[in-house]
C-alpha cells in the first residue's frame, strides 16, 4: 500500500506528538512549571540593566540637544549675551530645550541623579535651565520673538509655561547657580492670571471649540502650582492646584471604568469620551506630583489622595499583557503605546514608594510595564513606538492613526522618570518568585 507524501507527514507529525505526550503529561512533569511564551520579558529588573537603559537615553540627548547658543550669521558661540548683536539662536539639535516635554526631561534627568548617584544627568538639567535663565535676562531683541527663549518671555499658552515653571522650580530648590526667579515668576504669573479660564475658575481653552477642557492641561498646570506652593509657602497656589485636579475630575472621569476621558466642550449637551492614553498619564502624574508637596494638613489632601487611587486602580484594569497600554485605554485594537506606558509607570511606581497605593497590589504590574517601556529603549537609546503631538478629536480615527516617531520628544522625560522611580523601589523591595509569578514579599 503506498501513501501520499501528504498523509506520511501527518503520519509523522502525531508520531511525533504521540511521543512527546507520552512522556509529557500531569503525572510525569509539573506542568505548571512549563515555561510561558512571553512578549515582554517576565523578570524582577535588576539596577544596573535600568542604569543601562537610563545612560543610553542620557547619551542620546546629550549628543542631540543643543547646550550653547550661537550667532545666525556666522554659527560662532555667544559666550556673552548683553553683548550679542544680531539675532542669535540655539545650536542645532533634534530636540527644542523649551518645550513642555523638555520640562519633564529636565526634571528625569535630576531624579535620574537622586535615584543612581550620578551626577551627569542634572548637570544637563543645570547646563541647559541656567543656559534659558541667562539669555533671558540677558539678551534683550528689538523684536522678542527673535529671541530664542520668546516662548519663556511671552507664554502663550500652558504648553509654554507649566512644565518648565515646574522644573525651574525644583533645579532653584536643588540649589543651582543661575538667576531663574525672573523666569519663574513670569512662568507662574501666567498660568495664575492670564490663561483663560471656565467662570468657576478651571483652566481652559478656547480651542478646537469655545470653553474646552484638555485632560493635558492638568499637568500643565498643577504641578508648577504646587511646586509655587512649596518654593513660597503662600497657600493660594496649593489652593489653585487642589481646585483644578478636582473640577477636571468632577467633568472629565468616568467613575465606572476609573479612567478620563481627553477632551470636554461646555456647550456639548453630551459628552463623547475618548480616554486617549498619554492624556491619562498627565492626569496620574499630575495627583502624584502635587502630593508631594501638598501638606497633610491641607482640606484637599484626602480628595487629591483618593482620586488618585482610584484613577490608579482604574488604569490597572486596562493593562495588556506585554505590560503596555494602548492608544485608547479601553480599545484593544488600538496601538501599545510608550509614552503613556512610561508615565504610568513612574507615577504608579512613585505612589508605591510613598505609601499612596498597595505595594503588595501593584507593584509585579509596574515591574511588567518597566520591562515593557525598557525593551522599547533601542541600542541608540532612542524611544521606539511614542505617539506624536496630539490635539483633541472627537472621533475614533483620529486617536487610531496617530503616528508614532522616534523624535516624539514625549517619550524621553517619562523614560527617564520612569526608571529612576524603579531603581528607588527596587531598593526598599524584595521580590520571589512563587509558582513562576512575581511577587512582593510581605
Known sequence: MKYKPSKIITLFTFAICFSINAQTNDVTTPLHLMQPDYVTPYVIPEKNNIENVLNRVYVFLEENTASKVINES???????????????????????????EWGVTYAGMLLATEA??????????????????????NYKPENLKDSPVHTVLNPR?????GALCAAFIKVKKAGINANVDPVINNFIKYISEKEFRLKDGTLARNRPQDNTLWLDDMFM????????????????????????????SQRMFNSQKGIYMHGWVESMQVHPEFHWARANG?????????????????????QVLAQLQKHIAGLLQYQDGTGFWHQLLDRNDTYLETSATAIYTYAIARAINRGYVDKLAYTPAVVLAWNAVASKVNAKGQVEGTCVGTGMGFDPAFYYYRPVNLYAAHSYGPVLLAGAEMILLLKNTQFEINDSSIQVKG
Open 74 to 100: 556666522d554659527n560662532s558661540e555667544v559666550k556673552d549675551f548683553k553683548k550679542a548683536k544680531g539675532k542669535i539662536k540655539f545650536a542645532s539639535g533634534a530636540f527644542r530645550l523649551t518645550s513642555y
Open 116 to 137: 543612581t548617584g550620578d551626577k551627569q544627568y542634572a548637570d544637563y538639567t543645570n547646563k541647559r535651565i541656567k543656559l534659558i535663565a541667562d539669555v533671558a535676562e
Open 157 to 161: 499658552a500652558l504648553d509654554d509655561a
Open 221 to 248: 498646570s498643577v504641578p508648577a502650582l504646587a511646586q509655587m506652593g512649596s518654593y513660597t509657602g503662600d497657600v493660594k497656589y496649593y489652593d489653585d492646584a487642589v481646585k483644578q485636579v478636582n473640577q477636571f
Open 282 to 302: 498627565w492626569a496620574v502624574m499630575t495627583m502624584v506630583e502635587l502630593l508631594e508637596v501638598l501638606p497633610k494638613n491641607h482640606p484637599g489632601y484626602p
